[in-house]
């Protein structure tokens, strides 16, 4: 089953579809929270030791995240019936640009 297919994404794409969310904003919050994540990726091995798994943890979550945004961008450029070729690039550029993030971290 495909992750648009579940529950919890759809009713997640619906409340936001209805509170007016922009699916560019999905896509962009989706890469900072990557690049968020390739960040803490970076200095771990910086911090005190027994501190890393809370950076581990920051970045399991912003990768997880990411990928979520990933999903509910369509999906709610689906509902709201604003799907675009801008839009198409929104969905696509900040994936690159959180790649790039996490090959960086």
């Not at 027994?50 to 920051?58: I, K, P, V």
């Not at 990933?70 to 070729?85: E, H, Y």
């Amino acid at each position: 089953m495909r992750a648009r297919d579940w529950r919890v994404t759809q009713w997640l794409a619906g409340a936001m579809a209805r509170a007016g969310v922009s699916p560019n904003s999905i896509s962009i919050a989706g890469s900072v929270l990557c690049a968020a994540a390739g960040a803490a990726m970076w200095i771990t091995p910086f911090v005190a030791e027994g501190a890393e798994r809370g950076l581990w943890l920051l970045i399991a979550a912003g990768v997880a995240s990411r990928g979520l945004c990933n999903i509910l961008d369509g999906m709610v450029a689906m509902t709201r019936g604003v799907a675009s070729r801008v839009g198409e690039l929104y969905n696509e550029v900040p994936d690159r640009v959180s790649d790039a993030a996490m090959l960086v971290g």
